[in-house]
C-alpha cells in the first residue's frame, strides 16, 4: 500500500482542465480496496454534467478551447464602440453646424412680408389704383401628414372644409397639402384674399382647436393652414382709365400700363421675417427676426379724372351708336403736353380680369397703327406754308379727277371743277387739291417726297411719343425712297403712312403750340415713402414750324369747321372759336390686311386764338349709319371740348374768326 504524504504540505489544488475522457475501469479495478485514511478521495463526476461522449474509434474526443470565441467577441464589441464613437464624433464635431441648421430649419419658419404696392392718383390726387389689406393662405404640408393628425385622410378633411371658402377645388387643395416633396414646409393655396376670407378660416380652425382638446380621438385638420399679411389691388373707378392704368397679376407684379412701366417703382421692396413655430403657431417666447418691407411710391398721372369720364362715356356712346370696332380719344393740353385723358372703348375692369377680353386689355389709343386720313393733311400744308411756295389765299384749280403715276385720284366726292384757295382746299378736304400744293415743294417730285417726309418727321411720325409705355407702336412711315408710285401722291392726304392717336394727337397740339412739338406725358410725378414729391422730367421740346406758319395753319383749321362749306361743322361750340379737321381713310382690316372699312377722325383745339386744350377721336370701321369723320366724331370731339373748357374754366377770347376765302372766282 502506497504512503500518502501529508496534505499539510500540499500547494492549493489547481483547476485542472478537462482531458480526454478515461476509458472504463477494467474487471480488476473494481475489486481494488478503497483508500486508508488521509489518503485522496477519487474524484466523481457531477450528477448535473452529462455523460462524456464515448470516443469514436481510434481517436480520441477533445472539448475546444474557448480562448478563440472570446477573443472574436471582443473583437466585435470594440468594433461596435469604435462605431460608435467615430459616429458621436462626426455627429458633435464634424457635421455639428449642418445638424443643427437641420434642427433650425424645422424649428424656425419664415416668409416674405410684401411691400405695400403704391397708388396711382390723377393730376388732383384722386385715387384710380389703390392697394386693400389682403392675406395669402398658405399651408405645411408636413402638418397634414399621418404622422402629426394621426389619421390616414387630413389633407382630404382639410380641403372639404376649406374648398367652398376659397371658391378652389377640391382635389388641387388635396394636391397641395400632399406635395410629392414630402418635405416641402410651404404651399400657396389661395393668394390676396380678403380679410373676411381669413377670419372665416381662422374661426373654423379654433373651433376645431377647441374640439381636438376637449376629444383627442378628434385631429384638428386645419392646423397647418396659415395666413401671409399682402395687399390686394383695387380700382375704385372700374374701367375708367384701363387702359392707361392697366392691371396687376396674381404674382403682384404690373401686368400691362402704368402698372407695368412703373412697377419697380410703385411695388416698393419686400421685407422677410423668421420666427420660431411648434404645429404651425408662433412660439411668442422665442425672438424672431424681421426686416421690414419698404412700400413703394406713389404715381401721380396728368390725367384729369372728369375729363377722362368724359371722353370715356363720349367714345363709349358713338362705337356703340356706330357698332364699330373700337375708338379712342385723347385730350391733351396744348401748353405743357400733359394728356388730360386718353380714352379707349370697348375697355375692361381691371378688378375682374376673368370677364375681360384679350383684345381690349392694351391701350389701343397707343398700340394701334393705321392711317389717318385728311387729319395728316395739316402737315402737308405746315410743309407748303413754311417752305413759302403758297400762302392760305394761293388759287388751286382742283379737277373732278387727278391723273398722277399710274393711278387716277378723286375726292370723297364727284364735284365739277372747283376754284379753291390753299385754305379751301383744307376746309373741302380735297385730296387733288392736297396733291398739287404739295407737288410745289420741290423741283421734281423726287425732292417734294423728300421735304414731305422731313416735315411728317418733325411733326413726330415713324417714331414713338416718348411716352415709353409698354406696347406702344411708332407706326409705319417709309424713307422716300421707298415711297412706291402711288405713295408719292397718297401720303400728302395721310393714306400710305400709319400712325398711332397719340400721335395725332400731338401733331395738332405742335401747332396750337405755336409751332413747337412738346412730347406727351401721362406722369406729373412720384411721391416716396418718405412722402417727399419728386416731379417727372421736363419733356422735350422740338420747334417744327415757325410760329407765324402755325398761327396761320390755325387760321385756316377754323375755317373747317366755321365756314359752312368746312367739312367740321358739327364740331362747332357756341362761343368758342375752334379749330379743327375730319378725316375718312380706308381702313386696313388687321385680320385680312386688306382694306374694309373706314377710319373716321376729328382732331382739333380751342380757343383757336389762344389754344389751350387739344382733342383727337377717331373711330374705327364704323358699320352702321354714316362714316364720315366730321359726321361721327365731329360730335364726340364737341362733346369732350366743351366738358374739358368747362372743368379748366378756360373762358372764351370774345375775338371774331378769321373768316379766310375757300373758294375765288376765275
Request: hydrophobic share 35%; glycine share 10%.
Amino acid at each position: 500500500m502506497t504512503e500518502v504524504p501529508d496534505q499539510s504540505d500540499r500547494q492549493p489544488p489547481r483547476r485542472r482542465v478537462p482531458g480526454p475522457a478515461r476509458p472504463e475501469r477494467s474487471a480488476r479495478s473494481v475489486g481494488r480496496p478503497r483508500p486508508g485514511p488521509g489518503a485522496r478521495p477519487a474524484r466523481r463526476p457531477s450528477a448535473a454534467r452529462p455523460a462524456a461522449p464515448r470516443p469514436t474509434a481510434g481517436k480520441p474526443l477533445r472539448l475546444g478551447s474557448p480562448r478563440p470565441r472570446l477573443r472574436l467577441v471582443g473583437l466585435a464589441l470594440t468594433l461596435v464602440m469604435v462605431a460608435f464613437v467615430v459616429r458621436l464624433l462626426q455627429v458633435q464635431a464634424v457635421d455639428a453646424s449642418t445638424y443643427a441648421a437641420k434642427a433650425e430649419q424645422n424649428r424656425y419658419v419664415g416668409y416674405t412680408l410684401a411691400a405695400e404696392r403704391g397708388g396711382i392718383t390723377d393730376r388732383d390726387g384722386v385715387a384710380l389704383a389703390t392697394s386693400e389689406d389682403a392675406y395669402d393662405i398658405t399651408a405645411d404640408p408636413t402638418l397634414f401628414t399621418r404622422k402629426q393628425l394621426k389619421i390616414d385622410d387630413g389633407p382630404e378633411q382639410a380641403a372639404a372644409l376649406l374648398a367652398p371658402i376659397l371658391g378652389r377645388d377640391q382635389e388641387t387643395i388635396v394636391k397641395k397639402l400632399r406635395p410629392k416633396d414630402k418635405k416641402l414646409r410651404y404651399a400657396l393655396l389661395a393668394n390676396r384674399q380678403t380679410p373676411q376670407v381669413w377670419k372665416q378660416i381662422k374661426d373654423l380652425k379654433s373651433a376645431l382647436a377647441t374640439k381636438a382638446e376637449s376629444d383627442p380621438s378628434t385631429a384638428n385638420v386645419l392646423a397647418g393652414v396659415l395666413s401671409v399679411p399682402t395687399t390686394k389691388r383695387v380700382y375704385p373707378n372700374g374701367d375708367l382709365a384701363a387702359g392707361i392704368l392697366g392691371w396687376v397679376n396674381a404674382d403682384g407684379k404690373g401686368g400691362g400700363g402704368i402698372e407695368q412701366q412703373l412697377n419697380t417703382l410703385l411695388a416698393g421692396k419686400d421685407g422677410k421675417i423668421r420666427y420660431a413655430q411648434s404645429g404651425g403657431r408662433q412660439v411668442p417666447t422665442v425672438g424672431s427676426t424681421e426686416t421690414p418691407a419698404v412700400p413703394g411710391s406713389d404715381v401721380e398721372l396728368t390725367i384729369d379724372r372728369d375729363i377722362q369720364w368724359a371722353a370715356q362715356q363720349a367714345i363709349t356712346d358713338q362705337v356703340k351708336e356706330s357698332k364699330a370696332d373700337r375708338g379712342y380719344v385723347i385730350v391733351q393740353d396744348t401748353q405743357t403736353g400733359q394728356v388730360l385723358a386718353m380714352a379707349n372703348s370697348p375697355g375692361f375692369d381691371p378688378n375682374d380680369l376673368s370677364r375681360a377680353s384679350s383684345v381690349n386689355m392694351g391701350n389701343a389709343a397707343l398700340q394701334d397703327a393705321y392711317e389717318p386720313g385728311s387729319t395728316a393733311k395739316i402737315m402737308s400744308m405746315a410743309a407748303v406754308l413754311e417752305k413759302g411756295v403758297a400762302t392760305p389765299e394761293t388759287h388751286v384749280i382742283v379737277p373732278n379727277r387727278l391723273h398722277r403715276g399710274d393711278r387716277l385720284f378723286k375726292d370723297d366726292i364727284d364735284h365739277p371743277t372747283w376754284y379753291l384757295t390753299l385754305n379751301g382746299v383744307l376746309a373741302k378736304s380735297s385730296n387733288i387739291g392736297t396733291i398739287l400744293a404739295t407737288g410745289q415743294l420741290g423741283k421734281t417730285q423726287a425732292q417734294a417726297n423728300q421735304v414731305l417726309y422731313s416735315y411728317l418727321r418733325k411733326f413726330g411720325l415713324g417714331s414713338y411719343t416718348g411716352l415709353d409705355f409698354p406696347g406702344e407702336t411708332p407706326g409705319i412711315l417709309a424713307k422716300p425712297a421707298d415711297w412706291s408710285t402711288s405713295q408719292q401722291f397718297t401720303i400728302p392726304f395721310g393714306q400710305g403712312v400709319s400712325l398711332n392717336a397719340m400721335q395725332a394727337a400731338s401733331v395738332y397740339s405742335t401747332i396750337a403750340n405755336g409751332g413747337v412739338r412738346i412730347e406727351p406725358t401721362l406722369v406729373r410725378g412720384t411721391k416716396g415713402p418718405d412722402g417727399r414729391f419728386t416731379p417727372a422730367a421736363t419733356p422735350g421740346k422740338t420747334r417744327v414750324v415757325s410760329a407765324a406758319t402755325a398761327r396761320t395753319l390755325a387760321r385756316m383749321l377754323e375755317s373747317v369747321v366755321d365756314d359752312e362749306e368746312g367739312t367740321g361743322t358739327k364740331a362747332r361750340i357756341p362761343g368758342y372759336r375752334v379749330a379743327g379737321k375730319t378725316g375718312t381713310a380706308n381702313r386696313v382690316d388687321p385680320a385680312t390686311g386688306q382694306y374694309k372699312g373706314y377710319t373716321s377722325s376729328f382732331a382739333g383745339f380751342a380757343p383757336a386764338d389762344k389754344p389751350r386744350v387739344t382733342v383727337y377721336c377717331a373711330i374705327q370701321n364704323a358699320t352702321k349709319g354714316n362714316y364720315f369723320g366730321g359726321q361721327i366724331c365731329g360730335p364726340v370731339f364737341k362733346k369732350v371740348m366743351e366738358f374739358a373748357l368747362k372743368t379748366l374754366q378756360v373762358p372764351p377770347t370774345g375775338a371774331k374768326a378769321a373768316n379766310l376765302p375757300v373758294n375765288y372766282t376765275p
